[in-house]
DNA sequence: AAGAAAATCAACCGCAAGACG
DNA sequence: TCGTCTTGCGGTTGATTTTCT
């Protein structure tokens, strides 16, 4: 048994609409409302299957849709959310208001994608295609803007969500104060409190190193180490890349009740990186959270530092209170150490969008 | 000026998720 | 819990327009 049609084709029109079409579906919705879209095109006297005029409202005749050419602004907007969201147009175009996501998708592929591939730098991964050191200066520099248009967008992200969870947590006024880990105390914070996950944002961090992985556990630490210690994570991780990510998205906190875990998993052969996973460790044992010193990994380049990790009584540990070398995989060989320590302050404090925003 | 090629974008299609009985 | 219906999303198509030769 197939598939039930949307609706009953049999007679209805396709194709583009006449102005009289158009017409029709404005006075009714003007009138009625967009209720079952369904029932509308009978109601409404058309001839057209439903899904057909919801497209036509949606795309074409609503009153606040903004049509024409795209701003230099819009433009950037849209790289930088592509970049963290890859090809989630809905979720794009909630943030370019009275465009539409079928607009955007269109703009993306006519326009902008052509123009990453030209600059060198593929339009899913938003990252160079080819090895950084066989580029030419220009590209170079292209590169660096775009990368920093990434880092810009993934600011956006991170503040508006920290906003959205100081907002749900503590009311509105709060949320336009900066974050002081000082004043996350236990008497204001609830116990146990439940924050919202929000997997945009982690996508967006799969670009990054955040932390490298040593190739063994140092033997030599007491240290709770969740890679290895944690009796949810079976896989064999030696040769990967694992970074932490405080669930709630705020680098100065980190909910007790889950703390999501990066694997960035390569070839075995050619060692190239396929793809990033994501595991969650709920409730870890609070015994082995409250010997949380700190964690200090080294390989072969570089050793980054997380001092971390000291449960408060809240249900909230506060921790990456210091954080050093943090590696963004496109900075890698770009940009030096000072540029990588600046990461986390660019993602806090360059960010400009509403706190208001849909996105999550 | 005309035909070909490329670009654009409205619209369609199938799928998935959520609502509901 | 399951099946059906509805809506929304993202990929794709194809008609139209623009640019190139």
Redesign the pocket.
Known sequence: MG?????D?VGL?????TPEE?QKLMAFIEKYG???????PAKAGLK?????C???W???LRPDIK???FSLEEEQTIIQLHAL??????????HLPNR????I???W???LK?RLTKMGIDPTTHKPKTNIFGKDAANLSHMAQWENARLEAEARLVRESKKQIISNQFGPNLATKPISHGNLQRNILPLQTKIPPCLDVLKAWQGTNWITKPKTKDMTSSVFDPFFDSPTSTSNLSNNNLFMVPNNNIPGLVDVNSCLVGESIFMENTKEEVQTEWKCFDKPNNELLSQINDISYSNDSSTYNMSILHQSSSGLIQGFTHLENIVGSCQDNLEDDNNNNNYWNTILNSCTLPADSPVF
């Open positions: 598939r039930s049609p949307c609706c084709k029109k396709k194709g583009p609409w158009d967009c209720g079952s879209w369904r029932a509308l057209r299957c439903g899904k057909s919801r497209l036509r949606i795309n074409y049509r024409g050419k969201l890859g090809n989630r147009w809905s979720a794009i175009a909630a539409t996501d079928n607009e998708k269109n703009y592929n006519t326009h052509k």
